[in-house]
């Protein structure tokens, strides 16, 4: 599966990268203090040209709300930056066929709409009144996502006044790019390995009829109300998020799961459990119970509207003509090829990231050495000198890890 999707990685982040150092987000603030529609629809935009992880996704639309942003408005950002992304859509396709990639944008845009109208009555003014004094007192603990970027503030307000000939044509702007390309993926690591590992072994060693026995099948529309509600629940207790449930998506598919309810599982991942301890951490215990059931809610009702969407146009796929999930060999095909081509394409990005201070790229950043995210040196969580030599950190517990192995690390 990684094989099969490894072009499709490379050709996602590194556009990724490119979009969030090239993209002006100076406006992001000032136009998202309410949840009218022009507000929505700008938030959507934002969180979309922002694609990111659902944890560094988390962190940005609590970054927004603190700021000012509406609360309701900073969620329909979240859900845009983590559904209606470009790397989620090829890999879908490459994994699923084009009616699971089609099915995200319009499936993400149809969660919006109902986020928005069910979320303005659920999550109201009243209700969500003390979650910013809330998320003001949170304390930090683990990695500190707002510490974490491709390039420091300044860097990036300076790309983003550069008149896009010069951007486009410029090696330090692109080894800015490369920098965020590299600091997503880094930061995607753990789901991605965990969601290919996982998606393998489901793949492999579980029969279909276990799938049957936990999915209901062959009862028509009561089978896909039955796993649009439990789509969810699998991706809330898999621990896999972002890009990373999609391999395990195909294996749901594989397994027998309707239409309606793969699509809500891809679309929950910003219900995984960690994630919902994060939501409790920054809002509170009552908003974030409110929280998870609200989009556990809007995701099953997105699955199972984009599966009566797609049967009007008979476009449902069929489990008989889906795509093999498990190849037996390798084989010299197209993919073979381009991954090689991207293969070139990445090495090339990580050389321009490795670089970037000999370019001219942006030199207010450093990578944590223990879990590899990027931090920004001027507010970095914490910071270590060693043998003259300044380590930089996101947070107090990876500084911990590092100290432990290096005799004389200090603050």
Same mark, same amino acid.
């Given at each position: ?17 490119a ?11 000032? =136009? ?16 979309? &040209? ?35 992304v ?27 709409v109902?986020?928005?109208l ?62 965020y ?7 995607l690591?753990?789901?991605? &390995? ?17 799938w ?49 309810? &793969? ?34 809610a809007?995701?099953s ?37 381009l991954?090689i =081509?991207?293969?070139? &394409? ?36 914490a910071?270590a ?27």
């Amino acid at each position: 599966m990684f094989w099969e999707t490894l072009w499709a990685l490379v050709l996602g982040f590194g556009l990724s990268g490119a979009v969030q150092a090239f993209v002006s987000k100076e406006q992001m603030q000032r =136009v998202m203090g309410d949840h009218r529609p022009r507000a929505v629809t700008r938030a959507t935009f934002f969180g979309t &040209v922002s694609s990111s992880c659902s944890y560094a996704a988390t962190a940005m639309a609590k970054s927004l709300y603190e700021k000012g942003a509406d609360f309701l408005t900073a969620m329909v950002f979240m859900f845009a930056s983590t559904n209606l992304v470009i790397e989620l859509g090829v890999v879908l396709l490459i994994l699923l066929g084009w009616q699971f990639a089609v099915a995200e944008f319009v499936g993400g845009v149809i969660m919006i709409v109902l986020l928005t109208l069910l979320g303005g009555v659920v999550l109201n003014r009243r209700v969500t009144a003390r979650a910013r004094e809330h998320v003001r007192r949170a304390e930090g603990g683990g990695h500190d996502h707002e510490a974490m970027a491709g390039v420091s503030e300044e860097r990036q307000e300076e790309l983003e006044h550069m008149p896009w000939h010069e951007k486009l044509t410029s090696k330090a702007a692109w080894s800015d790019a490369a920098s965020y390309t590299m600091a997503d993926i880094t930061m995607l690591r753990k789901e991605l &390995v965990i969601g290919y590992v996982v998606a393998g072994f489901l793949a492999v060693m579980v029969p279909t009829h276990v799938w049957n026995d936990v999915f209901l099948t062959g009862h028509g529309f009561w089978t896909t109300l039955q796993n649009v509600i439990l789509g969810p629940f699998i991706a809330f207790i898999s621990f896999v998020c972002s890009i990373g449930n999609v391999p395990m998506a195909a294996a749901l598919w594989q397994g027998g799961i309707s239409f309606g309810g &793969v699509i809500s599982f891809i679309f929950a991942d910003l219900i995984a459990f960690p994630l919902v301890l994060i939501y409790r951490k920054y809002y509170g215990t009552r908003l974030a119970i409110r929280l998870t059931l609200t989009f556990w809610a809007v995701m099953s009702a997105a699955g199972l509207l984009v599966e009566g969407l797609f049967a009007l146009f008979g476009a449902v796929p069929d489990h008989s003509t889906g795509k093999e999930i498990v190849a037996t060999h390798f084989q010299w095909n197209y993919t073979t090829f381009l991954n090689i =081509v991207f293969l070139v &394409v990445f090495a090339v990005l990580y050389w321009l990231y490795r670089n970037r201070e000999r370019l001219g790229g942006g030199s207010e950043h450093a990578t944590d050495p223990t879990c590899g995210m990027q931090v920004r040196k001027s507010n970095a969580p914490a910071t270590a000198l060693v043998d003259g030599e300044r380590y930089y950190f996101c947070s107090d517990g990876c500084r911990e890890r590092f100290g432990s192995s290096r005799s004389g690390a200090g603050r």
